[in-house]
């Protein structure tokens, strides 16, 4: 049998490179990388090249984790990065085994895609010689006439969706012609989706920042706290809108096993699609994006942000608002730090925790509970010189002490104190004061436009229409021939599944049936 | 109802499910041992069973007899225990409010539910009455450790999983999951009975217990339509449905968190079965090593990396 499957079945290619120059050894390369066989040893090594990137920590998943990495094995993590194993998915030998994949997947499929469209146009094969050797296999006798069995026959054989083709004193049929363009839908699909991934990484980008309640973001790059641009984005394909987060409530389970797994998050905001257009509001929730332009918003974090007023030695006011304070645990202990470098005399800085509900035990004060029910601010304090503006940009989450003395108690020890909402410090020295005024919270949004994700979407849908067809559809040839002996009119039935036999006989069984000699015959043989 | 009632009607029917799962491994077992016993030189003269399996003349008979009637209790009690078992996860998700997949413990016995699905769907279509001795095994031991290690209460869910997609992402890639496992250890007794059927022509003997199963062919011929049909699932679950619900609760569709990545390290070994299977030189054996291959990484998926690694899919409650 010669078909699409068999010819790509077909022995693998000769392992030994030819002796033909170039041109030959190119064709021989070529012809090897195409094979299922190497296909398969790619597949493997996908799947192999894939794992790493889930044991050791990746700098797109989460930096922070690498640096702790690189701190605990200084020597393996340098060896680690010369391999790019912290960023598996983007190295030069992960992206060498997909590359290498789906070349070989178009130059597989491409030439299959001919042979297919051939295929269709072809017609059923002739009958073999022997057809009592096939699966299947029946015999017997009728009155009938030779025209009348094949005329039935294959009347028959298109009703059961047969393709047929008469010979001479035969009828070929082929069924099931569409398992091949399937399993092509599926791999040229694949490619689709690859494109479309590919065209999203150029094109989009993706951007967070963290807004403190009650105030606004615009789009634009400079307010992100962090943007990742594709290679091919420009600062112009932002869209124009801007949004402000009015309110946020976020809700706990407050009692049993799971006390404080969060229930639900809520952030009410509204916002403009452009700077003249009218403003909307949306109730932004997990799972619930809002979609401005072709850019999507999504809730991805929360906390709180302690509003403080800290006056200086003078009496000034040095700093007041609400400062972000980070979540360092599920019961939401955050840290932060105020900074105060215009407060004179002498610049003030502030560390510590801000506890939402807060209790003391042997290990000092923490939080039990993510909500806000007794909330503590727990920090300390440092002066330093007065210092010039240096136009370095510092982390608004951490505090540079290299310049910076820390406060003490006047016994001793390091000065530290605890303020409930409402209540105030004085600094030692006359040097000013803290007062912890109430609390807000802040929300992260993510801004993201991925532009190619729905044609890999598509992509996919389509692989596994593809891959259904190509699972589920069973090639299946049939044969009916007629030959006249002794006056009576000789039928043989046979037929050949491609791939596991399903049902073959009794498919057969039911076409002889109809071409057996009809009841009232049956019954008088009987009677 | 109230939830209270029926989260402990759960609590009554998760368990007893395990002890008849169990009941029906040792009537598996039985069959099994009961035909090992007798290891007698192939016999030419077959006789061949209702069912197409065949059976030696005449010793054997009695044996084959025992067996049958080991068998049949076995899948008796595994159609009584899956029962409960699916009483026990509608009434846990119903005490719950939700679907029933909201922490490991409702993970496991939802996952095994699903191979138990599998497995009964297809045993008269199939003929997989052979299979029993290994689904019973892995239905009694992931319920028992369930159970025993992994309960915790009802409760209600993280707002991340509050999503029609995850209810779709998670019954697709179970589903899927119960099809690899049926089909993973369909895939073990055809290596066990191509081994036998080997040496029987080299002259070997093969045990009774052994003669009684399908031919090795017809063995691969079930594996290969049941992961036929898990891995389109597969491909929809966690390749479709699940970035679409991750691009919802996380802003993106694909993060290369370990779970992902394994889903899809399984997705790529058994595009690699179903590839051998067409390939000249790894047809038959080799391609039912990568099936139980693709299998085992599929379970270090399910259970593994939730233990072992960290990432976003980690479940509330352990
Ligand atoms: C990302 C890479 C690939 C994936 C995920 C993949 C997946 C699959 C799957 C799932 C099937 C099963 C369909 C069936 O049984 O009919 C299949 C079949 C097939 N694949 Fe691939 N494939 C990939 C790459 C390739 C490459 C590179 C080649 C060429 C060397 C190739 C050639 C084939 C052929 C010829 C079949 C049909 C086998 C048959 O007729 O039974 N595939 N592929």
């Known amino acids: 049998m010669t078909d699409v499957k068999d010819r790509l079945d077909t022995p693998a290619p000769p392992s030994e490179p030819p002796s033909l120059g170039l041109v030959g050894w190119l064709r021989w390369s070529w012809r090897q990388l195409t094979s299922m066989r190497t296909a398969l040893v790619l597949l493997f090594l996908l799947a192999l090249g894939a794992v ?106 298109r009703k059961r969706r047969f393709r047929t083709e008469s010979y001479d004193g035969a009828v070929g049929a082929e069924r099931g012609y569409l398992r091949e363009a399937g399993n092509l ?210 982390s608004v989450y951490q505090l540079d002490k290299t310049k910076l003395t820390q406060f003490d108690d006047g016994k001793g020890d390091k000065l530290r104190f605890q303020l409930a909402p409402g209540q105030s410090i004085t600094l030692p020295d006359g040097r000013g004061s803290i007062s912890f005024d109430s609390y807000e919270q802040w929300v992260k949004l993510q801004v993201s436009h991925t532009p190619g994700l729905n044609l890999a979407l598509a992509g996919i849908l389509l692989a596994i229409l593809g891959l259904m067809g190509s699972l589920f559809i069973h090639p299946r040839r049939t044969w009916v021939r007629v030959r006249t002996e002794d006056g009576r009119t000789v039928v043989e039935v046979a037929g050949l599944d491609r791939g596991p036999e399903r049902g073959l006989g009794d498919e057969i069984d039911a076409i002889s049936t109809v071409l057996k000699p009809s009841r009232s015959v049956k019954k008088a043989e009987q009677a | 109802m109230n939830s209270a009632t029926l989260a402990s009607v759960s609590n009554l029917l998760v368990p007893t499910a395990t002890v008849i799962y169990a009941l029906a491994l040792l009537a598996h077992t039985v069959e099994w041992s009961s035909g090992l016993r007798v290891a007698k030189p192939a016999e030419k003269k077959v006789l061949v069973a209702a069912d197409g399996s ?33 009483g026990g996860v509608l009434t846990r998700g119903l005490a719950a409010g939700r679907v029933p997949w909201g922490n490991m413990y409702e993970f496991a016995i939802t996952a095994s539910l699903a191979v138990g699905a599998v497995y009964l769907f297809l045993l008269k279509r199939q003929r997989l009455q052979w299979l029993g001795l290994g689904v019973t095994f892995v239905l009694a031991a992931t319920l028992g450790i369930a159970v025993l290690a992994l309960y915790v209460p009802a409760a209600d869910l993280l707002p991340a999983l509050h999503s029609y997609w995850l209810v779709i992402h998670v019954s697709a890639a179970a589903i ?121 990484v599929f379970l270090f998926n399910f259970i593994g990396v939730n233990l072992l690694l960290s990432g976003f899919h980690a479940y509330s409650g352990l």
């Not at chain 1, 992960?94 to 269709?120: E, H, W």
């Not at chain 1, 998050?265 to 932004?284: C, H, N, R, W």
């Not at chain 2, 899927?176 to 290596?191: D, M, N, P």
Request: aromatic fraction near 12%; glycine fraction near 10%; include cysteine.
């Open chain 1, 52 to 157: 790493p990137g889930s044991l050791i920590p990746q700098i797109p998943v989460d930096p922070i984790k690498v640096s702790d990495f690189y701190e605990a094995n200084p020597s393996l993590a340098e060896w680690y990065d010369k391999f790019g194993l912290f960023d598996v998915y983007k190295s030069v030998w992960f992206s060498a085994i997909y590359l290498l994949l789906f070349i070989s997947l178009i130059g597989c499929v491409v030439p299959r895609l001919g042979v297919y469209l051939k295929a269709l146009r072809a017609r059923p094969p002739k009958p073999p010689r022997n057809l009592n050797r096939l699966p299947g296999h029946q015999r017997f006798e009728t009155d009938a006439s030779e025209a009348e069995v094949l005329a039935a026959a294959t009347k028959e054989l």
């Open chain 1, 185 to 394: 839908l599926f791999h040229f699909s694949l490619i689709l989706t690859l494109i479309g991934i590919a065209w999203g990484s150029l094109f989009g980008y993706r951007g967070t920042v963290l807004v403190v309640v009650g105030n606004g973001f615009s789009n634009s790059v400079a307010q992100y706290d962090d943007f990742t641009p594709g290679r091919a984005f420009t600062p112009d394909d932002l869209p124009p809108f801007s949004l402000t987060v009015n309110s946020f409530k976020a809700t706990f389970e407050t009692e049993g096993p799971q006390r404080g797994a969060a229930r639900s998050f809520d952030a009410g905001i509204t916002y403009q699609v452009s700077p003249e257009s009218p403003e909307k509001s949306y109730d932004l929730q997990v799972n619930h994006p809002l979609s401005v332009d072709g850019t999507q918003v999504h809730l991805l974090g929360h906390g709180y942000a302690p509003k403080v007023t800290v006056r200086d030695g003078q009496g000034q006011i040095a700093f007041s608002g609400p400062a972000p304070f980070l979540p360092q645990d599920a019961n939401f202990s955050s840290f932060g730090v105020i900074k105060a470098p215009d407060a004179r005399p002498a610049q003030l800085g502030f560390e510590g925790f801000f506890l939402p509900t807060a209790v003391i035990d042997q290990r000092g004060p923490i939080s039990v509970f993510p909500d806000a029910l007794n909330p503590a601010l727990v920090m300390t304090a440092y002066y330093g010189r007065p210092s010039a503006e240096e136009g370095k940009p510092q």
């Open chain 2, 54 to 86: 065949e059976i030696s003349e005449p010793e054997d008979v009695a044996v084959s007899l025992r067996s049958e009637a080991a068998s049949r209790i076995g899948v008796l009690l595994t159609v009584l225990a899956f029962a409960m078992h699916a």
């Open chain 2, 176 to 296: 899927a999951g119960g099809g690899f496992t049926v089909g993973g250890l369909a895939s073990i007794l055809y290596l066990i009975k191509s081994r036998a059927e080997r040496r029987e022509a080299d002259g070997k003997p093969m045990s009774a217990a052994l003669r009684r199963v399908p031919t090795a062919a017809a063995m691969d011929g079930v594996a290969y339509k049941v992961h036929a049909f898990a891995f389109p699932l597969w491909t929809f679950g966690v390749l479709v449905a699940g970035p679409i619900w991750a691009y919802y609760a996380w802003g993106r569709a694909w993060g290369w968190d370990p779970k992902e990545v394994w889903s899809l390290v399984t997705w790529v070994v058994y595009a690699a079965y179903l590839h051998a299977r067409a390939t000249a030189g790894w047809r038959g054996r080799r391609a039912a090593w990568v099936a139980i291959g693709g299998w085992v």
